[in-house]
């Protein structure tokens, strides 16, 4: 009996063995990649022999040494007929049911991708009749990391499309998957929603992307803060120090925050909301916030956590002059290790310099997600009654390697990396808004090209919207760095054998950077999806004095819709100052512009301005993007 009870103990103690588990990616409904060998990756005890049936189809493999593995099965063809997925090892089996075999799309960027069918034209009717089971939607969950994550942030489950799953799914993904519904007959579509607005295109690369792009230093910084936030802010630190003396004169208010001119907080709020302090008026600043905490010689012992609650947008902070943490994130929560060195009996100050870029700025919530905890002790708060003074540096402090919008690869790691292997049929891409007057789109999309499909096999179609027009008219011909990312995602395009462009440029509103006419853009995206062609300008050469444009993609011949003349196009010299306005003619598949007025001409713009009106399109009714074309001589 003794030995019965000692064994059912032991059993008892030892670490419960996990059957084999899919990747958090994939589930009941799924849509699996057709005409492709099949990729499945999942976890298992390491080492374990895993079996594993698709269908009747049937693949084995060894999970590697953290757990995970991979199964490949034949490539099938697309089915609208459910099949079911056995995983097997010697501590269990798992299966997943009601997959449908198709066309895997992910749909990635920032907040035009990410804007939802309920806030899209037309929503009643599209909602009316969005039911269809042969689209299956999988929307991936926000969230950052330093690394990448074996899982995602919450878990996920593919849906099919109902009016409800529809409604908070991206418009121009759903609207892409409808028309390829239409277009290819018995073939399901399956649709991952992974977007955030306002990130930059440097959050979604690979590991191996930050590395030629950013060099290996700043993955070891990404590393570093996944180890050790502390260690990673302060290694950074030095960056932002050099930044603010640059200037505010040599001054370092960090090292005695008594020259600053302190006065109270208002309230405790965004400070738009502080009127007659300027900052109501113009709240994007770098503003200084202070507040002390008293702690008795047990408290100032040993370490402590700082909580801050959130900050729009950024912020460094300090206890007793020692950097403690630096977040980007205006709905991120901080909390700061505080090793004990930097504590002392008595007072302590706590000092936050905030930056914000646009619209709110400062604390984000009340003063009830603000406190000091000692370790092993209560939570001490800090109240609401803190000191300000506004900064008179401007501009935007350096963004570190792992924050919230702009760090390096940091999406990508928790909303990308988790999807494993699976094989896609394309990637629709729509970011570039936050890179505006930044250099190198083109190099950016090549790098961000390149990770993709180091994960989702290169066969995986890259679809780039070119950015929908925003901001002001113009009445004569003007520099535009809007102009210039759109020329640069062109360029990226051109460069690579099976990218696509579709350009929004038409489909914009002047006044809201977030057009509602997704429906259209949803479209053109399925065309490029199946092959189509969109127009593309393809070279200027002059001929006499007449410059001839050529273009691909073009079908029936050019239009001017409205009237004789296509609308903005430009002749340049070398500098901006010689842009002037031209009246092309269309032949055919061509534009003729006369240079017959003796004026310098090395370039030719189409669409050069942050919102152009545009009337020349193809047959078909689709736009010739905005471009600038080299004229050959």
Do not use: C
């Given at each position: 009996m003794k030995r019965l009870l000692a064994l059912a103990a032991l059993l008892a103690s030892a670490p419960a063995l996990a059957e084999p588990h899919v990747g958090p990616g994939y589930g009941e409904g799924m849509v699996l990649q057709r005409d492709m060998p099949i990729m499945v990756s999942g976890t298992t005890a390491p080492g374990a022999k895993v079996q594993g049936t698709l269908g009747g189809a049937k693949a084995n493999t060894t999970a590697e040494a953290d757990g995970s593995f991979t199964l490949t099965f034949p490539a099938r063809p697309a089915s609208e007929t459910g099949i079911s997925?056995?995983?097997?090892?010697?501590?269990?089996?798992?299966?997943?049911?009601?997959?449908?075999?198709?066309d895997v799309y992910l749909c990635s960027g920032q907040s035009n991708m990410e804007l939802s069918v309920n806030r899209a034209l037309d929503t009643y009717n599209q909602l009316r009749l969005a039911p269809d089971d042969g689209i299956r939607l999988l929307k991936v969950p926000k969230s950052t990391a330093a690394v990448p994550q074996a899982s995602f942030s919450e878990p996920v489950s593919w849906q099919p499309a109902t009016r409800e799953s529809v409604a908070e799914f991206s418009a121009a993904c759903f609207y892409m998957g409808k028309q390829l519904r239409a277009d290819r007959a018995g073939v399901p579509v399956g649709l991952i929603h992974s977007n955030w607005g306002g990130s930059a295109a440097r959050a979604w690369f690979t590991p191996e992307s930050v590395a030629v792009i950013y060099g290996q230093e700043a993955l070891e910084?990404?590393?570093?803060?996944?180890?050790?936030?502390?260690a990673a802010a302060q290694a950074f630190v030095p960056q932002w120090y050099d930044?603010?003396?640059?200037?505010?004169?040599?001054?370092?208010?960090?090292?005695?925050?008594?020259?600053?001119?302190?006065?109270?907080?208002?309230?405790?709020?965004?400070?738009?909301?502080w009127e007659g302090t300027g900052l109501d008026t113009q709240p994007q600043a770098n503003?200084?916030?202070?507040?002390?905490?008293?702690?008795?010689?047990?408290?100032?012992a040993g370490e402590g956590a700082l909580a801050i609650g959130a900050i729009d947008d950024l912020d460094l902070t300090w206890v007793n002059g020692n950097p403690v943490g630096y977040t980007f994130?205006?709905?991120?929560?901080?909390?700061?290790?505080?090793?004990?060195?930097?504590?002392?009996?008595?007072?302590n100050e706590i000092l936050i310099a905030a930056n914000n870029m646009w619209d709110t700025g400062g604390f984000f919530g009340g003063p009830d997600s603000l406190s000091f905890t000692p370790d092993g002790g209560q939570a001490?708060?800090?109240?609401?009654?803190?000191?300000?003074?506004?900064?008179?540096?401007?501009?935007?402090?350096?963004?570190?390697?792992?924050?919230?919008?702009?760090?390096?690869?940091?999406?990508?790691?928790?909303?990308?990396?988790?999807l494993g292997t699976m094989r896609l049929a394309g990637v629709a891409w729509y970011q570039g808004e936050s890179?505006?007057?930044?250099?190198?789109?083109d190099v950016k999309l090549r790098e961000l090209f390149a990770g993709w499909r180091r994960q989702f096999g290169q066969q995986t179609r890259m679809m780039v919207v070119q950015l929908a027009d925003y901001g002001a008219r113009q009445s004569e011909p003007v520099g535009s760095a809007w102009a210039q990312l759109r020329q640069e995602q062109l360029d990226a395009v051109a460069a690579d054998a099976n990218a696509a462009l579709v350009t929004a440029i038409d489909i914009g509103e002047p006044t809201d950077i977030h057009p509602a006419n997704k429906n259209d853009l949803g479209k053109r995206l399925a065309m490029v999806a199946q092959g189509e062609r969109m127009p593309m300008p393809?070279?200027?050469?002059?001929?006499?004095?007449?410059?001839t444009v050529t273009f691909t993609g073009i079908e029936d011949g050019l239009h001017a819709l409205g009237g004789p003349y296509a609308l903005g196009v430009e002749l340049c010299g070398d500098a901006q100052e010689s842009c002037r306005f031209v009246l092309p003619e269309l032949a055919g598949d061509a534009m003729l512009i006369s240079l017959a007025d003796g004026q310098p001409a090395t370039r030719i713009r189409h669409a050069w301005s942050d919102a152009p009106i545009v009337n020349l399109y193809d047959g078909r009714g689709l736009p010739v993007p905005g471009f600038e074309l080299e004229i050959a001589r």
């Open positions: 997925l056995t995983l097997r090892d010697a501590t269990g089996e798992t299966s997943i049911g009601n997959l449908l075999v198709g910084q990404l590393k570093l803060y996944e180890r050790d936030p502390l930044w603010w003396r640059a200037n505010d004169n040599g001054r370092e208010p960090w090292t005695d925050s008594s020259m600053l001119d302190w006065q109270p907080i208002p309230q405790f709020s965004f400070w738009n909301e503003v200084w916030l202070r507040q002390t905490v008293t702690l008795t010689a047990e408290q100032a994130g205006w709905g991120v929560e901080r909390t700061y290790r505080v090793p004990a060195q930097y504590l002392r009996e008595g007072e001490i708060p800090l109240g609401a009654d803190w000191e300000y003074a506004i900064g008179t540096v401007k501009g935007v402090p350096p963004r570190a390697p792992w924050d919230a919008n702009a760090g390096i690869g940091v999406m990508h790691n928790f909303m990308v990396a988790p890179d505006v007057g930044q250099p190198d789109y393809l070279a200027a050469t002059l001929t006499g004095d007449t410059v």
